[in-house]
């Protein structure tokens, strides 16, 4: 039956194009208000597919994406992709203030450990590894020719920085339809914000070097200024948020999901406008609402109730965004950096929680939760053009193609992972919140 209903839908919406006076029908409201419930509905009776065949969700919503996305059947045009992407700053700012809420620094004590060696040995030691690997491909990597062995380092361990990014989307995401819980959940969160924070400020130092050795004039105290304004003053913001949103959670005893939803996406368009990170405003308002005040429970409940739809989309519109012509291109050098990622994450994560005394199933399982990758990854991708117009494109296209195969295969490795652990289904039998509005999902 919902395979049916998924043929309806694709008729339909054939039908609402071909029937359309303008032929680039998308671009206006109209279009995208179209491309917005044919995603919800599809992508929506995907994952639940998806999830009947013992795979996640996500994957379900990513797949539908990529299948009725202008890179393949076209259903959703570029216009309505473009316009949908308002979906993707929302998204991001709920998952983001999921995460904070969720870091509970008490009962995440005794994991800090952990979560400090995973961020120096598995995070900084699969950038070396990437970057090695980047460096020894640069025969497949035409925008490395022509440039000297110190410019072809610096740019490597750039590309390194760029594709050891992690995902809290998919993480969080995959939580909340397992309804998971316990000292492994717990590790890979922590750990893959805490990556984060720190890919963002090597991203910035180390394209800076690059900027000059590639001749290019790059002001140190420019670029010091900036990074100082986006983090500090991300988190400084965050803190102000948390404020807000918890002087409404106290007075106001209604529903506040609308509210949270506002608030998100206050967050997402404001903090773009005023080059701050809407990812560290949210993480940090949501870290202050639960370790400083007793409104956690009650944010996270709020979030469940109101983001499952904007989280549908927002992993629909990504699958649509991948590129697939770009991916056969570079396939073999991606696949590459792909693998010695992945290999990367689940040695060194092995070493790392090892050094730490972490339990048994720690160490086996917490690399498959750091393989996820996603919104990050495609930031800094966008970041590199910027930044080297010369060469940016074509290592954008290298990091697409990467993020592209992680994006099918990762969330597949860590929901494996979770079940083996016997971690899925915990947060329900603690009774406690599912981690986000997926988990709504669950019921149906």
Not at 118 to 123: H, M, N, Q, R, T
Request: charged fraction near 10%.
């Amino acid at each position: 039956m919902r395979i049916l209903l998924i043929l309806i839908l694709a008729g339909l919406m054939e039908a609402a194009r071909s029937f359309a006076p303008d032929p680039s029908m998308g671009s206006g409201a109209a279009g995208t208000a179209l491309a917005c419930g044919y995603l919800l509905l599809s992508a929506f009776f995907a994952g639940s597919i998806f999830k009947s065949l013992g795979m996640p969700r996500l994957t379900g919503y990513l797949v539908t994406g990529i299948v009725v996305g202008p890179k393949v059947l076209g259903l959703v045009s570029e216009p309505m992709v473009s316009n949908l992407q308002i979906f993707t700053g929302v998204a991001i700012a709920l998952i983001a203030l999921t995460a904070g809420v969720e870091l509970d620094l008490r009962s995440m004590k005794p994991l800090f450990r952990s979560i400090g060696w995973l961020s120096l040995i598995a995070v900084c030691g699969t950038i070396c590894l990437i970057t090695t690997a980047a460096f020894l491909s640069k025969p497949l990597l035409p925008f490395m020719h022509g440039l000297t062995s110190l410019q072809e380092w610096a740019m490597a361990l750039v590309l390194g920085i760029t594709m050891v990014a992690q995902s809290p989307a998919v993480v969080v995401a995959l939580h909340s339809e397992m309804e998971s819980d316990g000292p492994l959940t717990r590790t890979v969160l922590g750990v893959v914000v805490m990556s984060d924070l720190l890919v963002i400020v090597l991203f910035a130092v180390v394209s800076s070097i690059a900027k000059v050795l590639l001749g290019s004039h790059a002001d140190a105290l420019q670029t010091a200024g900036a990074l100082s304004w986006e983090i500090l003053g991300s988190i400084v913001i965050g803190g102000l948020v948390g404020i807000v949103i918890a002087v409404y959670l106290k007075y106001v005893k209604g529903s506040a999901a609308l509210f949270v939803v506002a608030a998100a996406f206050l967050v997402a368009e404001v903090g773009q406008r005023i080059d701050l990170d809407p990812l560290l405003i949210a993480l940090a308002a949501g870290m202050l609402i639960r370790n400083g005040t007793s409104h956690g429970a009650r944010l996270q409940a709020e979030i469940e109730e109101s983001s499952l739809p904007v989280y549908v989309v927002f992993f629909a519109v990504t699958g649509a965004t991948v590129h697939i012509r770009e991916l056969l291109i570079v396939g073999i050098p991606a696949l590459i950096l792909v693998a010695v990622r992945a290999a990367g994450f689940l040695t060194l994560g092995w070493v790392a929680t090892t050094v730490a005394e972490a339990e048994e199933h720690i160490r086996k399982y917490v690399g498959f939760g750091l393989v996820p990758q996603a919104g990050l990854a495609l930031a800094l991708a966008l970041l590199f053009v910027k930044t080297f117009p010369r060469i940016g494109a074509e290592a954008e296209t290298l990091v697409l193609g990467a993020v592209a195969i992680n994006e099918m295969v990762a969330p597949i490795l860590y929901r494996f992972a979770l079940l083996r652990t016997s971690e899925a289904g915990k947060a329900r039998q603690h009774g406690a919140a599912p981690s986000t509005a997926s988990a709504a999902t669950a019921a149906h």
